[in-house]
């Protein structure tokens, strides 16, 4: 199989949109670096047509704004999997919206599947196995090679038969206008403006003390600095699991530290001495200065409404 083309430049970029224009429907995914940089960024489109695959570097220099008015046009049907993620890079780094989704993953969860992943409703109808080498890979990196455009041109390929399969299905069952009430809703998903502490959006503050959460919006503060500082996600200076067990154990020695589950003796050498610094800054805090973590109002469950919902 030939390897699609990539387009680099604007005027490329403006044609094709004018060509996607003429189609009912056209599958769309996109490649970011979130797992490798920072700062995430969209690195890659693609886009399927009934007929071939192109794909689109904005890396290269392409500006995307001509594929604006395609993907708000709502007679134009977009096929993604798991469009989620995608539609908010898409708002964020280009001002692009998204209207005429069809997800095939929200599909697959409304016929509950127990597998949605698109590597297992591909090998479900089509048999096809995806290579799932390059899912970790840095988008980033220029050029592309040959194992990741193919892989990046598969992701879209099998888009169209699959959407129709799962339409059918959901016609069938008559789920088919839960689900496009559900795209309806996903198209207007945004990345959030954080603001205030930390710990408000870290999993597990809520178990935490106040002290212990003093220590954890030490760490995680301190971990965001590090992370910009080394142009590298959070994860790869500390992972949430880890702050979680420094919070709560609060290490004041080397030995401490080294006893935190997830802390691993280079971790030590690297980081620990800043990191028990960091740790006593929070310690030292007076209690009145001390965070409290907000508890919403309390939900009266109710069972018949579970059981329907169940």
Not at 18 to 35: F, G, P, R, T
Not at 146 to 157: L, V
Not at 199 to 213: D, N, V
Not at 243 to 249: D, V
């Amino acid at each position: 199989m030939s390897l699609p083309p990539i387009l680099t430049r604007t005027e490329e970029v403006a044609a094709f949109a004018e060509q996607l224009a003429a189609y009912e429907v056209i599958a769309v995914d996109l490649e970011a670096d979130s797992m490798h940089n920072y700062t995430e960024k969209v690195c890659l489109l693609q886009f399927s047509t009934p007929e071939t695959t192109v794909l689109v570097d904005p890396l290269a220099g392409a500006e995307l704004a001509p594929l604006k008015t395609v993907l708000a046009d709502p007679a134009v049907r977009k096929i993604f999997h798991a469009a989620d993620y995608d539609i908010r890079c898409l708002a964020r780094d280009f001002s692009i919206t998204i209207d005429g989704l069809f997800d095939t993953m929200i599909s697959s969860q409304f016929l509950g599947e127990e597998r949605f992943g698109l590597a297992d409703v591909l090998r479900k109808y089509f048999a096809v196995e995806l290579d799932k080498k390059f899912q970790r890979a840095d988008w980033s990196l220029r050029p592309l090679s040959e194992g990741m455009i193919r892989y990046a041109a598969e992701d879209t390929g099998h888009l169209h038969a699959l959407a129709g399969i799962l339409e059918e299905k959901l016609r069938e069952k008559g789920r088919l206008e839960w689900v496009k009430e559900e795209f309806r809703l996903l198209e207007q998903v945004r990345f959030a403006v954080h603001e205030g502490p930390e710990y408000l959006r870290f999993k597990g503050a809520g178990t935490l003390r106040p002290r212990q959460l003093a220590v954890a919006e030490q760490l995680l503060q301190w971990r965001d600095q590090e992370a910009q500082r080394r142009d590298c996600p959070l994860y790869k200076v500390l992972g949430n699991k880890t702050i979680l067990a420094l919070a709560k154990e609060m290490p004041e020695t080397r030995n401490a530290l080294a006893k935190i589950e997830g802390f691993a003796p280079r971790l030590v050498e690297r980081y620990g001495r800043r990191i028990l610094a960091e740790i006593a800054i929070a310690l030292e805090l007076p209690e009145s200065q001390l965070p409290v973590f907000p508890r919403g109002e309390r939900r009266e469950r109710d069972p018949a409404v579970e059981k329907r919902f169940e």
